[in-house]
């Protein structure tokens, strides 16, 4: 879902990109590898 804490962590960012999710669990660090 567009509406999920993910989903707004990576809307409009591109592949390379380094973005920080907040979780309930802590921080979750993502890189972005590949769009399909």
Same mark, same amino acid.
């Given at each position: 879902?567009? /509406?999920?804490?993910? %989903?707004? %962590?990576? #809307?409009? *960012?591109?592949?390379?990109? *380094? &973005? #920080? &999710?907040? $979780?309930?669990?802590? /921080?979750?660090?993502? $890189?972005? $590898?590949? &769009? *399909?």
């Amino acid at each position: 879902s567009n /509406d999920s804490p993910i %989903a707004q %962590a990576l #809307v409009g *960012k591109h592949v390379g990109d *380094k &973005v #920080v &999710v907040q $979780t309930p669990g802590g /921080d979750m660090h993502v $890189t972005i $590898t590949e &769009v *399909k």
